[in-house]
């Protein structure tokens, strides 16, 4: 079955230092993933996809994510934190079938401590 | 930029009563989907609708849930009879309907249900 996991539902950094959130896929996913971001009383907004073209992706806010097929993993980093960071994030993957639902990880909350 | 909205933001409802929320997708998004998030757990796929009917739907989406597009730009999700369970963030996507899975699904910002 196709599946979406993140290791750590809470992530604590301090601002400035490294952030790594991870993600790792189930191989039966199609090759397309995804990371969103909720802020507080937000909804979701994409971060960041990957579609193939390039194994290393860059988002928005600095954050990227390498897909790395071996390791069927997709860590999104960002190499300094920022207090605004602080969000839960999400690792989601497409079904194959056009229009299909994304499966979503359990979620990452990050605080990032001043 | 455009963007999905959602009303009401917050709805609080007895159990057993019946609820409606509401959804603006994207103008030319073709698909439209609902998901729910209970507090502390994933998000979870509820339904998938495009050209006016049903294409997914989840184990959840029992009998008690329906969808519908009444005209060109709402697109609601109804609770029959609300359960204590029901209560959640239910976020409405749309996406443009590209082909192979790339397609990106865009959020509106929830509605918390809250059953008592």
């Known amino acids: 079955a196709q599946s979406v996991t993140q290791l750590g539902s809470h992530v604590s950094v301090s601002e400035g230092a490294l952030v790594l959130l991870r993600c790792n896929y189930s191989s039966s996913v199609p090759p397309y993933l995804f990371w969103y971001v909720q802020y507080p009383n937000q909804g979701l907004q994409l971060l960041l996809k990957?579609?193939?073209?390039?194994?290393l992706v860059k988002g928005i806010n600095g954050f990227e994510a390498e897909f790395k097929k071996s390791e069927t993993s997709f860590h999104l980093t960002k190499p300094s934190a920022h207090m605004s960071d602080a969000a839960e994030y999400f690792c989601?993957?497409?079904?194959?079938?056009?229009?299909?639902?994304?499966?979503f990880g359990q979620g990452t909350e990050l605080s990032v401590k001043p | 930029e455009p963007e999905v909205t959602q009303t009401p933001s917050h709805q609080v409802t007895q159990m057993g009563q019946e609820v409606i929320l509401r959804c603006v997708p994207i103008?030319?998004?073709?698909?439209f989907y609902w998901y729910r998030q209970i507090l502390g757990q994933k998000v979870e796929f509820l339904v998938s609708?495009?050209?006016?009917?049903?294409?997914?739907k989840s184990e959840i989406f029992d009998d008690q849930f329906s969808v519908e597009r009444p005209d060109g730009s709402n697109f609601t999700l109804k609770i029959r009879s609300t359960k204590l369970e029901d209560s959640a963030m239910y976020f409405c996507?749309?996406?443009?309907?590209?082909?192979?899975?790339?397609?990106?699904?865009?959020f509106g910002p929830g509605t918390r249900l809250t059953v008592l």
């Open positions: 103008s030319n998004h073709l698909y």
């Open positions: 989601a993957a497409p079904t194959y079938n056009q229009g299909g639902k994304l499966i």
């Open positions: 609708f495009y050209n006016n009917e049903i294409s997914e």
């Open positions: 996507a749309s996406s443009p309907g590209l082909a192979g899975g790339t397609d990106t699904q865009y």
């Open positions: 990957y579609t193939s073209a390039a194994t």
